[in-house]
């Protein structure tokens, strides 16, 4: 699987936009970049996925460079619940195989 | 439909007793997936089961832990003569088949050796 890289932890304020980067510099052809995010300590929760079109769904969307070697995920209205770690995980089908954890962003929604 | 469920949610042990993990995968769903995330820890994959079959137990400790998805029931994972270093939560998710892409997590089961 691809490593990715995503920064230790983010702010953002309530109601404004979160923009989250992800690095995937080695992802391949036929891995799709997906999130998933863990709200303290629960079971992580799926997002969005995507291949190599901007993806967009009740929850987020994606945008993936067109050279695929990096994505953003954007919750367009940030509320405090969505305060939670986001993981991006590059991966080939993520429904028939084992998904890889980093470490994730800690996204902070203030007040 | 309910969600995958997992329980118990929380147990403890004694050290060197064993600790019964189960997971009970969303109706319709014959994947199931392990992991375990150590305090302060991103989550690691364990083990991935279909019915009667192990796909993929890359991640499982050598020694003392094994799984199983039976034909019936749920998706034990079991651990033998547990140490303060198991004390983890072990998460399962499910997923309907290999053509799906998101799996489904339960809520844990946080495992505390005493």
């Known amino acids: 699987d691809a490593k990715t890289t995503q920064p230790t932890s983010m702010d953002c304020a309530e109601g404004r936009a979160a923009n989250l980067p992800c690095n995937h510099s080695?992802?391949?052809?036929?891995?799709?970049v997906y999130w998933y995010r863990q709200i303290h300590s629960q079971g992580p929760q799926y997002i969005i996925h995507?291949?190599?079109n901007n993806e967009t769904n009740e929850m987020a969307s994606l945008i993936i460079t067109e050279d695929r070697k990096s994505s953003t995920l954007i919750l367009p209205h940030a509320t405090l619940r969505d305060t939670a770690v986001y993981y991006c995980?590059?991966?080939?089908?993520?429904?028939?195989?084992?998904?890889?954890f980093g470490k994730g962003t800690k996204l902070t929604v203030n007040p | 439909n309910a969600g995958v469920m997992q329980n118990p949610r929380h147990l403890v042990r004694r050290r060197g007793q064993e600790a019964r993990l189960r997971c009970s995968p969303m109706?319709?769903?014959?994947?199931v997936y392990w992991y375990r995330q150590l305090p302060e820890e991103g989550l690691k994959f364990m083990v991935y089961?279909?019915?009667?079959?192990?796909?993929?137990e890359s991640g499982m400790p050598k020694e003392r832990f094994s799984a199983e998805f039976p034909k019936e029931g749920p998706s034990i994972l079991r651990i033998q003569q547990v140490v303060r270093g198991d004390s983890a939560a072990y998460f399962c998710?499910?997923?309907?088949?290999?053509?799906?892409?998101?799996?489904?997590f339960g809520p844990g089961t946080r495992l505390t050796v005493t």
């Open positions: 995980i590059a991966s080939l089908q993520g429904g028939s195989e084992k998904l890889v």
């Open positions: 109706k319709g769903h014959s994947h």
């Open positions: 080695t992802i391949s052809g036929n891995e799709y």
């Open positions: 995507g291949l190599k």
């Open positions: 089961l279909q019915k009667e079959n192990i796909i993929d």
């Open positions: 998710a499910s997923s309907p088949d290999r053509a799906s892409y998101e799996q489904y």
